[in-house]
């Protein structure tokens, strides 16, 4: 006997599908150069429920610059294709302290192509460091190289001090092209 898939959906009142209900949220930041946004740190207990913002972070984009490996002291090629360096000023703005840890958390997309780990550990040791715990207004500079395959897209930073109800990244910086 042949097995019928049937797919229900609830109805409003107009008949029309309903849809689910609006994120309360607060929508990732996404920056340009020159710009500035806030997120949320926090934590979970120890089931990984119930987060509990904890802290803000207020990230700046100083700058993005595409460099040749010769501009980041190394003689890697970059192996999607472009180095980017990526200049940014957190800043805990909250009353606790914040956790920023990018490496392996920053994520390059673009029209063509799905995110992909943009993280290098080139240019690491060169100036100061961004990832680590700031205590309230506590604020630092620095630099990330990060790889991606062509000029432009977005880069995205997946916290994982964020809120894990919440999909998505944390912060968004469109690179220029």
């Given at each position: 006997?042949?097995?019928?898939a ?10 029309k ?10 929508a990732?930041?996404?920056l ?10 926090g ?9 509990k ?8 984009v ?10 980041v ?10 180095y ?6 957190f ?5 606790a302290?914040?956790?920023v840890?990018?490496y ?48 432009g ?20 910086v469109?690179?220029?092209?």
């Amino acid at each position: 006997m042949p097995v019928e898939a049937s797919a229900s959906f609830a109805k409003e009142d107009d008949g029309k599908p309903a849809e689910e209900a609006p994120s309360t949220a607060p929508a990732a930041p996404s920056l340009k150069v020159g710009e500035s946004g806030t997120f949320a740190t926090g934590k979970t207990d120890d089931y990984g429920e119930n987060f509990k913002v904890t802290s803000k972070v207020q990230v700046t984009v100083v700058s993005a610059k595409y460099v040749t490996p010769a501009e980041v002291d190394t003689t890697n090629e970059p192996e999607q294709g472009h180095y980017v360096a990526l200049t940014l000023t957190f800043k805990n703005v909250g009353k606790a302290p914040a956790e920023v840890m990018t490496y392996g958390m920053m994520k390059w997309e673009d029209s063509k192509t799905a995110a992909q780990v943009a993280t290098t550990l080139e240019g690491v040791g060169e100036g100061p460091e961004l990832d680590t715990t700031y205590k309230p207004g506590q604020s630092v500079t620095g630099k990330l190289i990060l790889d991606v395959a062509r000029k432009g897209g977005t880069v995205s930073y997946f916290d994982n001090n964020s809120d894990p109800e919440v999909e998505g990244p944390s912060f968004k910086v469109a690179l220029p092209k």
